[in-house]
Nanobody, 125 residues
């Protein structure tokens, strides 16, 4: 069974930044981040394919959140900059071996087979 472990979430103030990490128990070609706001369904944040599909960002975070990672360590990072109170959420790492669906399905939670437990980010105003 594939396992994903996130870390880095904490309480911050409006405008602060932090870095989340996700480490998988084995190499997986597609990894991404979703977030679940209080009382809302999970929404797409970013994703990457290490098989040439590139990095994808949600419009709401483009230009503020930055992906990086090391495929040899099965680890990805999400740099969250200039955080807003409305971005308080549980941030969850997701992954799938089905890289063939990445171009059209990277945003869709149903395309991901493995999920971490999540890390809480709280942004105080």
């Amino acid at each position: 069974q594939v396992q994903l472990v996130e870390s880095g979430g904490r309480l911050v103030q409006t405008g602060d930044s932090l870095r989340l990490s996700c480490t998988a128990s084995e190499h997986i070609p597609v990894m991404g981040w979703f977030r679940q706001l209080p009382g809302k369904r999970s929404e797409f944040v970013e994703a990457i394919s290490w098989r040439g599909g590139g990095i994808k960002y949600a419009d709401s975070v483009k230009g503020r959140f930055i992906f990086s990672g090391d495929s040899t360590k099965n680890t990805v990072f999400l740099q969250l900059n200039n955080l807003k109170p409305e971005e308080t959420a549980v941030y969850r790492c997701a992954a799938t071996f089905a890289a063939e669906y990445y171009s059209h399905g990277y945003w869709n939670r149903d395309e991901y087979d493995y999920w971490g437990k999540g890390t809480q980010v709280t942004v105080s105003s």
